[in-house]
C-alpha cells in the first residue's frame, strides 16, 4: 500500500500573493499617513508598526497549551494564545510606562524586563503545579532533546500524550516572547504618548499639564487595543497550541509579521487621524 502524503495543517502553508498584498497595503498606509501628518504623525506611525511586529513575533516564542495542558497531555501552559500574549504584554506595558518620563530606550527596556518576569513568574509556577500537583515531568512532544540542555525527552513523555509540563527550552521561550511583547507594547504607547503630547495642547487650546493626563489615558488605551489586535491575529497564526521556538508552528512567523504590521498600521493610522484631521 503507498503512503498517503500528509496535507499542511491548517494555515500552515506560506501564501505569497497575500503576503505581497499584505505589503501593498503596508506601503499605502504610509503614504497615506505621511500626506496627513508627514512629521509627528509618520514617526508615531513608525514605532506603532515596530511595536506591533515585536508583539507578533514575540508571541510565537511563548508555550501555550490550551485545554490539553490542563489535563497533562501537551507541554504549555494552560491558557490561549490571545489570553496570554495579552497578560505578558501588558504587564510588560506597565512597567514602560511606569518609566517613560526616564526616556525612550529606558522605558523600553523596562517594559520588556517587565513582560519577561511575569512570563517567568507564569512558566515557573505551571511547572511548580505539573511537578509537584500532577506528579508529571516536563518533556516535549516535538524534540528528541531539549535544543538548549540536551536532555533526552521521549522516556519522560506519557504514551498518548503531546508531552508535559514546561521543557527548559519552553521556559526560555516565554520568557523571550514575554521581553518582546513588553518591549512592543511600550513602544507603541510611547509613540503614541509623544504625539499627543505634542499635539493635544493646540487642539485642546490648554496648557501641557492640562492635557497631559488626557494624553496618557488615550494613549494607554490605544496600546491596550493594539495588543489585542496582534495578540488575535497570532493566535490565528498558530491555530492551537505551540511549545515554542522550537516547535514546527514557529516557522509560520513571517506571515503573522507581515500581518501585524498592516493590522498595526491600520489601527495606528486612526489613532493618528483624531488629531491630525
Not at 490571545?82 to 522605558?107: I, K, R, T, Y
Given at each position: 500500500m503507498s503512503a498517503v502524503a500528509a496535507k499542511?495543517?491548517?494555515?500552515?502553508?506560506?501564501?505569497?500573493?497575500a503576503m505581497a498584498v499584505g505589503v501593498v497595503l503596508l506601503i499605502i498606509i504610509l503614504g497615506a499617513c505621511w500626506k496627513v501628518s508627514p512629521t509627528l504623525g509618520l514617526t508615531a506611525?513608525?514605532?506603532?508598526i515596530v511595536g506591533g511586529v515585536l508583539i507578533g513575533f514575540g508571541t510565537h516564542f511563548v508555550p501555550v497549551g490550551g485545554a490539553p495542558a490542563a489535563m497533562g497531555q501537551a507541554p504549555g501552559i494552560a491558557t490561549g494564545v490571545a489570553m496570554l500574549a495579552a497578560g505578558a504584554g501588558l504587564a510588560g506595558l506597565f512597567g514602560g510606562a511606569w518609566a517613560a518620563n526616564q526616556g525612550m530606550v529606558v522605558a523600553v527596556v523596562t517594559g520588556g524586563i517587565g513582560g519577561g518576569l511575569m512570563m517567568?513568574?507564569?512558566?515557573?509556577?505551571?511547572?511548580?503545579?505539573?511537578?509537584?500537583?500532577?506528579?508529571i515531568p516536563a518533556a516535549s512532544g516535538?524534540?528528541?532533546?531539549?535544543?538548549?540542555?540536551?536532555?533526552?525527552?521521549?522516556?519522560?513523555?506519557?504514551q498518548g500524550t503531546e508531552g508535559h509540563g514546561l521543557p527548559f527550552v519552553s521556559f526560555v521561550g516565554g520568557v523571550i516572547g514575554g521581553i518582546l511583547a513588553g518591549a512592543g507594547g511600550t513602544l507603541i504607547y510611547l509613540a503614541l504618548l509623544d504625539l499627543y503630547k505634542a499635539t493635544f495642547p493646540t487642539l485642546m487650546g490648554a496648557t501641557p499639564a492640562q492635557i497631559l493626563p488626557v494624553a496618557v489615558s488615550v494613549a494607554g488605551m490605544f496600546a491596550v487595543a493594539?495588543?489585542?489586535?496582534?495578540?488575535?491575529?497570532?493566535?490565528?497564526n498558530i491555530t492551537g497550541t505551540i511549545e515554542g521556538p522550537h516547535d514546527p508552528k514557529f516557522k509560520r512567523w513571517p506571515r503573522a509579521i507581515v500581518a501585524s504590521a498592516v493590522a498595526s498600521a491600520l489601527c495606528g493610522f486612526v489613532a493618528i487621524l483624531i488629531v491630525a484631521m
Amino acid at each position: 500500500m503507498s503512503a498517503v502524503a500528509a496535507k499542511p495543517t491548517a494555515g500552515g502553508a506560506m501564501n505569497p500573493t497575500a503576503m505581497a498584498v499584505g505589503v501593498v497595503l503596508l506601503i499605502i498606509i504610509l503614504g497615506a499617513c505621511w500626506k496627513v501628518s508627514p512629521t509627528l504623525g509618520l514617526t508615531a506611525l513608525i514605532g506603532i508598526i515596530v511595536g506591533g511586529v515585536l508583539i507578533g513575533f514575540g508571541t510565537h516564542f511563548v508555550p501555550v497549551g490550551g485545554a490539553p495542558a490542563a489535563m497533562g497531555q501537551a507541554p504549555g501552559i494552560a491558557t490561549g494564545v490571545a489570553m496570554l500574549a495579552a497578560g505578558a504584554g501588558l504587564a510588560g506595558l506597565f512597567g514602560g510606562a511606569w518609566a517613560a518620563n526616564q526616556g525612550m530606550v529606558v522605558a523600553v527596556v523596562t517594559g520588556g524586563i517587565g513582560g519577561g518576569l511575569m512570563m517567568a513568574i507564569t512558566c515557573m509556577m505551571v511547572n511548580f503545579v505539573y511537578i509537584f500537583g500532577m506528579g508529571i515531568p516536563a518533556a516535549s512532544g516535538k524534540v528528541l532533546h531539549d535544543p538548549i540542555t540536551g536532555d533526552s525527552q521521549a522516556e519522560y513523555k506519557s504514551q498518548g500524550t503531546e508531552g508535559h509540563g514546561l521543557p527548559f527550552v519552553s521556559f526560555v521561550g516565554g520568557v523571550i516572547g514575554g521581553i518582546l511583547a513588553g518591549a512592543g507594547g511600550t513602544l507603541i504607547y510611547l509613540a503614541l504618548l509623544d504625539l499627543y503630547k505634542a499635539t493635544f495642547p493646540t487642539l485642546m487650546g490648554a496648557t501641557p499639564a492640562q492635557i497631559l493626563p488626557v494624553a496618557v489615558s488615550v494613549a494607554g488605551m490605544f496600546a491596550v487595543a493594539l495588543f489585542l489586535v496582534n495578540a488575535v491575529l497570532t493566535a490565528y497564526n498558530i491555530t492551537g497550541t505551540i511549545e515554542g521556538p522550537h516547535d514546527p508552528k514557529f516557522k509560520r512567523w513571517p506571515r503573522a509579521i507581515v500581518a501585524s504590521a498592516v493590522a498595526s498600521a491600520l489601527c495606528g493610522f486612526v489613532a493618528i487621524l483624531i488629531v491630525a484631521m
